[in-house]
């Protein structure tokens, strides 16, 4: 199972937004509405920011958003802050064992 | 509060053996589905496997990279979830964590396996 696509990197300046993109397949992220988006800083576990594509878990910022267009989800980050640096990476459901895929990873850089 | 204790980390030689286990408290865990997920030095996630509650089977799915190598269970009575690992490779060096499924809410910290001769 290959992994999501994103980009490596995304830049921005501090109260600007970003959109961080996670490509797959139809087996995947265009089959399911079951696309996860998760914040990871250095030498720390994963955290859920995003589920079932735009769902926020309680107590996750509301400057983080979601959404899918065919096989592309995206992650944006509304008023880019410096504690926002850090690696992205998008997750969904996929026929395929076992069953959940991660993307390549992004990290987004704040200027 | 949901906790995730990950334990049995370590150095091992190329074509051995490790078992790590997870630690749970702050859920019901004999209801949940759990997860391994690994993460290579300066790599990305990977999911290894994933193991739901005997409720709903027990059914157990791994990754291609390690299928036949190796082997979730989990010890309800001890709220514990285990991966055994055999046949390793340097590929297999990693951070290990648990976490709960479906939605991957709630991870451990990781427990690093290297595999080195």
């Known amino acids: 199972q290959s992994a999501l696509t994103q980009p490596a990197s995304v830049s921005g300046s501090p109260g600007q937004s970003i959109t961080i993109s996670c490509t797959g397949t139809?087996?995947?992220?265009?089959?399911?509405?079951?696309v996860s988006w998760f914040q990871q800083h250095p030498g720390k576990a994963p955290k859920l920011l995003i589920y079932d594509v735009s769902d926020r878990p309680s107590g996750v910022s509301n400057r983080f958003s979601g959404s899918k267009s065919g096989n592309t989800a995206s992650l944006t980050i509304s008023g880019l802050q410096a504690e926002d640096e850090a690696d992205y990476y998008c997750?969904?459901?996929?026929?395929?064992?076992?069953?959940?895929?991660f993307g390549t990873g992004t990290k987004v850089i704040v200027l | 509060e949901v906790q995730l204790v990950e334990s049995g980390g370590g150095l091992v030689k190329p074509g051995g053996s490790l078992r790590v286990s997870c630690t749970a408290s702050g859920f019901a865990f004999s209801n949940a589905w759990m997860s391994w997920v690994r993460q290579a030095p300066g790599k990305g996630l990977e999911r290894v496997g994933r193991i739901k509650n005997k409720g709903d089977g027990g059914t157990i799915d791994y990754a291609a990279p390690v299928k036949g190598r190796f082997t979730i269970s989990r010890d309800d009575s001890k709220n514990t979830l285990y991966l055994q690992m055999n046949s390793l490779t340097i590929a297999d060096t990693a951070v290990y964590f648990c976490?709960?499924?479906?939605?991957?809410?709630?991870w451990g910290q990781g427990t690093l396996v290297t595999v080195s001769s």
């Open positions: 997750s969904s459901y996929t026929s395929r064992s076992p069953l959940s895929v």
């Open positions: 139809s087996s995947d992220v265009g089959g399911y509405n079951y």
């Open positions: 976490t709960t499924e479906p939605l991957h809410l709630n």
